[in-house]
């Protein structure tokens, strides 16, 4: 619906800007070619980027709201909060270059509806290098709540293996985890878990290592 809505702004947009150059025609010049050619560049963008539809569509569930404007992708988990869901999803998890595939979006509870996936919205995160690893904190404007995500190269050879991380934060999160296998024999283990709270600091204990974060990011 998403697609429809922004094909039949753009179609009444591209019709407009011909029936504007068939009324000016004989009066052109360089000025007002370059002032029509922008504005209609610039209108086509706005539709495209802009959700103009955002305030008058909401849906029932995180799931609808996500798909309603991503496509050819597979959710992995939603966690829900009172105030937003975190998606976690995978677009191409089997490929053997540097995108692991697995990326997080957040949509807005609008009353007991949600809205959907907005296109600045996954903007606000921090990575942190470990070993054989990294941390993500995945934090929006609009959500009170931080999305932990970790991933751990648990095998890169077929000799090589490494057991599950034991990890634990300071509020006592319960750490969900779920495995990716690509297509060059890498073992990709993921760890996720979401927290709530106002502090700007979070410390995390993975495998008897602990790291201090600032939980403020954007």
Known sequence: MHNIIEMVLT?????L?????????GR???????????????LLY?????????????FNSPTKAFYYTNHEVSIIDIIETDDCAYIIYDKNSKSSDNDIGVYVSTILKRG???????????WGSKRILIHRGEIEM????????TLVLIFQLAKLQPIEYLDPW???????SEFSMFEINKDDGTLVRYYYSVIETESSNYEIDIDGQTIDIDRQVG
């Not at 706005?46 to 909401?58: A, G, N």
């Not at 929006?140 to 709540?145: R, V």
């Not at 034991?166 to 006592?172: A, F, L, R, S, T």
């Open 46 to 58: 706005l539709v495209r980027f802009l959700p103009v539809d955002y305030p008058f569509v909401t």
């Open 166 to 172: 034991d990890i634990q934060d300071e509020y006592n």
């Open 17 to 25: 800007f011909i029936l504007y150059l068939i009324a000016i025609r």
């Open 138 to 145: 995945h934090r929006f404007s609009h959500c009170q709540s």
């Open 11 to 15: 179609v009444i947009i591209i019709i």
């Open 28 to 42: 052109f010049n360089r000025t007002m070619l370059i002032v029509s050619l922008v504005t209609f560049i610039l």
């Open 112 to 122: 007991d509806e949600w809205g959907y996936v907005l296109p600045w919205s996954d």
